[in-house]
């Protein structure tokens, strides 16, 4: 990025911060020799970031001899940015700093299928209640990031069709969120939210990354070159309504047959293990068989594996990813699960893909609400959002 800036003498203020987004502090040295303008150039673009508060002087600056170097830092409390999870029968609120720390949360009971109304006003609600705790007055809120548990077109906020989320449906939330609180909302589908904090939480080097959502539904979000893939309408990794081999006479919610998450979810491996004669009733009981070894779950998780192996094994050949993280209430079934998913796309796959692919469970159940914090996080420090700040100013 240095090369690139460094040609640009019309460096705005919003690009030099990005230079402090590494996490380390930087002087007005180094910051002239990385951007090759003046010293007095620097300081004009430097003054704007003190004057709105998002840079600071470091307090511990020390120096070799002679005068100390001001060190100059990203204050991770200069402003708060609001991450919120609808699940289908819960969600929660939180505030995040600019590192991406959670500072404050909420978890509630909440039904999405009491529609956008009466969600939306909890979640803003809740905000309001979280930042009045924290001391933080409503305008150092700049950017709501949303996870839904449904397809959603990122561009603008609204969900598009989504299965389990009746009046949701083309619903403008951005617009809504905006009549009780004024900032920028960004909208996602929960899978990719699981992915962003996922790789933010455990894999902050690897550049290359699927996470799949195993549970009901089934889903992935795709990293590749460090960013999150959303596709053109924000569809990208929705593999649960890829045909699969097998199944092709099963019906999916979707109106196709054969889909993956027909034959491979919670509610086809639960109409298995019944039909094999263990009787189960929920995702709950199939985890708790398979922890008890009995047979006729062990069978179904692996088979289901090996299903969501297939589909995967084409996805490795398109993306050639570093890692695959098995995530969502099916991977709880340990390895079983993952065992199928290894033993068809370790055998699909070709040797140069899969040498140093590593296939791994989630470790951390708070990746959606981080994720949702990362995606507002890096709107809120993008270079064009600062340049629009400043000018308000």
């Given at each position: 990025m240095a090369e690139i800036i460094r040609t640009n003498l019309g460096l705005s203020s919003g690009r030099l911060l990005q230079f402090f987004r590494d996490g380390e502090p930087h002087t007005k040295a180094e910051l002239a020799n990385l951007t090759g303008l003046a010293r007095s150039t620097v300081s004009l673009r430097l003054d704007p970031l003190l004057a709105l508060g998002i840079i600071g002087p470091m307090t511990d600056a020390t120096s070799t001899g002679g005068r100390p170097s001001a060190r100059l830092h990203l204050k991770d409390d200069a402003f708060v940015v609001g991450a919120v999870s609808f699940g289908a029968t819960h969600a929660q609120a939180s505030l995040a700093d600019l590192s991406g720390k959670i500072l404050v949360s909420i978890e509630a009971k909440r039904q999405i299928s009491d529609g956008p109304e009466v969600c939306l006003r909890w979640m803003t609600s809740e905000l309001k209640y979280l930042l009045a705790g924290l001391g933080i007055q409503e305008d150092r809120l700049l950017v709501i990031g949303i996870g839904i548990p449904g397809p959603v077109e990122h561009t603008t906020g609204r969900p598009a069709n989504p299965p389990i989320m009746p009046g949701w449906d083309a619903f403008d939330i951005p617009e809504r969120v905006n009549r009780e609180i004024q900032a920028k909302v960004?909208?996602?589908?929960?899978?990719?939210?699981?992915?962003?904090?996922?790789?933010?939480?455990?894999?902050?080097?690897?550049?290359?990354?699927?996470?799949?959502?195993?549970?009901?539904?089934?889903?992935?979000?795709?990293?590749?070159?460090?960013?999150?893939?959303?596709?053109?309408?924000?569809?990208?990794?929705?593999?649960?309504?890829?045909?699969?081999?097998?199944?092709?006479?099963?019906?999916?919610?979707?109106?196709?047959?054969?889909?993956?998450e027909a034959i491979a979810g919670a509610p086809a491996i639960i109409r298995r293990v019944n039909e094999a004669g263990l009787p189960i009733r929920n995702t709950s009981d199939l985890i708790d068989a398979t922890r008890r070894s009995k047979v006729?779950?062990?069978?179904?998780?692996?088979?289901?594996?090996?299903?969501?192996?297939?589909?995967?094994s084409t996805c490795v050949s398109l993306l050639n990813p570093e890692i695959i993280v098995i995530g969502g209430s099916l991977s709880s079934a340990g390895e079983h699960l993952i065992a199928g998913v290894r033993e068809v796309v370790y055998g699909r796959s070709t040797p140069l893909a899969s040498e140093n692919l590593t296939i791994v469970q989630s470790r951390d159940s708070k990746g959606e609400i981080v994720g949702a914090a990362v995606m507002a996080i890096d709107y809120a420090l993008d270079d064009a959002t600062i340049d629009q700040m400043l000018e308000a100013m």
């Open positions: 960004l909208v996602d589908n929960e899978v990719n939210m699981m992915a962003l904090g996922e790789r933010f939480i455990n894999f902050p080097e690897v550049e290359n990354l699927i996470f799949l959502k195993a549970a009901t539904g089934i889903g992935s979000g795709i990293i590749a070159g460090g960013m999150l893939q959303r596709g053109a309408q924000g569809t990208a990794g929705d593999i649960g309504h890829v045909r699969t081999l097998v199944g092709t006479d099963v019906a999916c919610h979707c109106g196709n047959f054969g889909c993956l006729e779950a062990i069978r179904a998780v692996r088979q289901a594996g090996r299903d969501i192996g297939e589909v995967l």
